[in-house]
């Protein structure tokens, strides 16, 4: 069994300072290397040993591979950019409704603020959250490479699980998605185990309305073949057609059939069947009473929704709908009404400071090569205070805190990004520190839970609001779920318990649940934080 609080496996560590000199990298080291981006898919399959390259690329420094930028109609999202910067972009919540949706149903706090759409889809998993969405809206992929740069639709950037089109030392740049046809409507939906997980199944729609008619659309599925798949016969049912319920439930039937599902770890075939059938039919509701009015509401499938659908007998497609809105799960009634989440994102547009990328420190100096054997200095401002220390390139942040720092506040639990217990503020952002090479982390900033507290002793208002409502119930998660409740605070004066929720859903509790916890960081808010 692997040990997940190490990495193991050893490599050596690149990093380049130019695109240029990345793709000269990769095309030198071809299968021997890895690119690493945020690490939340490359540090894991390190660490479970189910990659072992020679050589990591990082190329999270690299600049102009950051950040939204709309140009001629077409909106580019930087290979690097965050799934929470996506999610947070007030045009793409505008233009791309069901692309901001997939963020914020994509994982947690910690893992959309690390991951990057670049990773997503590079990563060639056929559950990518953001793939459908960027195929239902025609997205595609610019790659550079030694012979120059290439595009290539997203659809066809996939070629089987854990494999893309990618060829010897090629990267991707960029994603861009064309400005979306007047009258088009989206939506995103999400069936997982728990709401921070991978999906069971997935889906986007895009519709294009002409008057009563369907004049063009995708439905596009994720996590029901070997690749993110538009299921193209249920697609030629619509278009030309009066949109009719009648239509749309044998479109729904059309694609559950149209899929390839298998049996796995997540589900069985049956049941993402019969979820494609449910999710195809609101989809289609949705993107037709939508039409880009950033309307897309609740379409993430809940825990109790997902109850009611394992509990199903045989009901078809009107019982598994059934089931969802007896299941207290919402429907949108207008296309102005605004879900929490909603008017939590534009309490975010609002604010005056955008959100930025994690390690955003441009890189400087000579490209960095640190050979397994060797070891290298890095500068740290942990806590407020400078720190020399030397490290090698497998040592990961969190254990440079606990055993050379001896700060052991940030706990190890999973070490495969799923606990959210060894969370630290790195540059500001919750982070988790199990995921990220400290080499990588040069020159940032770092809080930990010890951090906190001012020099004299003093407790902060959120540790002192932790305490007044009982919320720490054991030593293993409290550190975790302070740092992640800090960050929300800075971002967001007054969130709503919604926005707790959604915030702190990644830092699990094994013990008493998350009333406390959530009490406690909603009256934080009343204090001066
Ligand atoms: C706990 C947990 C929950 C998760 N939940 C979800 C989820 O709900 N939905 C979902 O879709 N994913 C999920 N993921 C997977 C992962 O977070 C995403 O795929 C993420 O977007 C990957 O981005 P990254 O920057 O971290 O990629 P990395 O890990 O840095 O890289 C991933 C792969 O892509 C390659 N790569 C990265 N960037 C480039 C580039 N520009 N050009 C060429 N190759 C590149 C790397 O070499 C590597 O093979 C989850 C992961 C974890 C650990
Ligand atoms: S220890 Fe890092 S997420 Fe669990
Ligand atoms: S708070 Fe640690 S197990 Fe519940």
């Known amino acids: 069994m692997t040990n997940s609080h190490i990495l193991v496996h050893e490599f050596t560590y690149l990093e380049p300072r130019t695109v240029d000199e990345a793709v000269a990298l990769l095309h030198e080291h071809g299968d021997r290397a890895k690119l690493l981006a ?126 893309t089109v990618l060829g010897r030392g090629e990267l991707l740049t960029s994603v861009i998605l064309p400005a979306p046809r007047p009258g088009t409507g989206s939506a995103f939906l999400k069936v997982s185990r728990v709401a921070a997980d991978i999906a069971k199944a997935n889906a986007a729609v895009t519709l294009v309305r002409d008057g009563d008619r369907i004049a063009d659309c995708r439905l596009v599925y994720g996590s029901v073949a070997p690749r993110p798949m538009r299921a193209r016969r249920a697609e030629a049912l619509l278009i030309g057609q009066r949109f009719s319920p009648e239509l749309v439930a044998r479109v729904a039937q059309a694609a559950a059939q149209e899929i390839a599902p298998i049996d796995d770890v ?12 449910a999710m195809t039919q609101d989809g289609l509701n949705q993107a037709w009473a939508g039409e880009n009015t950033n309307s897309v509401l609740h379409t993430a499938y809940s825990v109790p929704v997902l109850r009611s659908l394992l509990s199903l007998s045989k009901g078809g497609v009107e019982g598994l709908r059934t089931a969802y809105s007896s299941a207290g799960a919402r429907y949108p009634q207008s ?88 969370t630290v503020q790195l540059n500001g952002k919750p982070t988790l520190s199990c995921l ?37 119930q054991c030593g293993f998660c409290t550190p975790g779920m ?25 830092n699990l509790c094994r013990c008493t649940g998350y009333a406390s916890i959530i009490r406690a960081v909603m009256s934080a808010t009343e204090r001066e934080v």
């Open 335 to 422: 296309a102005n009404r605004q879900s929490p989440m909603a008017n939590r994102q534009s309490q975010i547009a609002n604010r005056s400071t955008p959100c930025s990328d994690i390690i955003d420190t441009p890189a400087t100096g000579a490209p960095v090569t640190l050979r397994p054997d060797e070891k290298r200095r890095i500068t740290l401002t942990v806590n407020g205070v400078k720190q020399t220390l030397w490290v090698a390139p497998n040592d990961l942040l969190l254990n440079v805190l606990r055993e050379d720092l001896e700060l052991t506040g940030a706990k190890y639990g999973c070490g495969i990004g799923e606990c959210s217990a060894c």
């Open 38 to 163: 945020g690490g939340t898919d490359l540090l894991v399959q390190l660490k479970i040993e189910r990659l072992k390259p020679d050589v990591v690329i990082a190329i999270h420094k690299l600049p102009g591979l950051k950040g939204i930028v709309r140009a001629d109609g077409e909106t580019r999202l930087g290979a690097l950019t965050t799934i929470r910067t996506i999610r947070d972009d007030r045009g793409i919540s505008q233009d791309y409704p069901a692309l901001a949706e997939a963020c914020r149903a994509f994982s947690t706090t910690q893992v959309q603020m690390m991951g990057t759409v670049g990773g997503n889809l590079c990563n060639g998993s056929p559950a990518s959250d953001s793939a459908p969405a960027l195929i239902a809206f025609g997205a595609e992929a610019e790659l550079i490479g030694p012979s120059g740069v290439r595009r290539v639709p997203v659809e066809d950037f996939f070629v089987g699980p854990g494999k």
């Open 482 to 506: 302070l740092m992640t409740a800090k960050t929300l605070l800075a971002e967001v004066a007054q969130p709503t318990e919604d926005d707790v929720r959604d915030y702190l859903k990644g």
């Open 266 to 277: 997540r589900s069985t075939a049956g049941y993402r069947r019969q979820v494609v059938a």
């Open 436 to 472: 990220v090479l400290a080499v990588a982390a040069d020159g940032s900033e770092v809080v930990t839970v010890e951090g906190l507290q001012a020099p004299d002793g003093t407790l902060d208002p959120l540790q002192e609001a932790f305490l007044d409502h009982a919320a720490y």
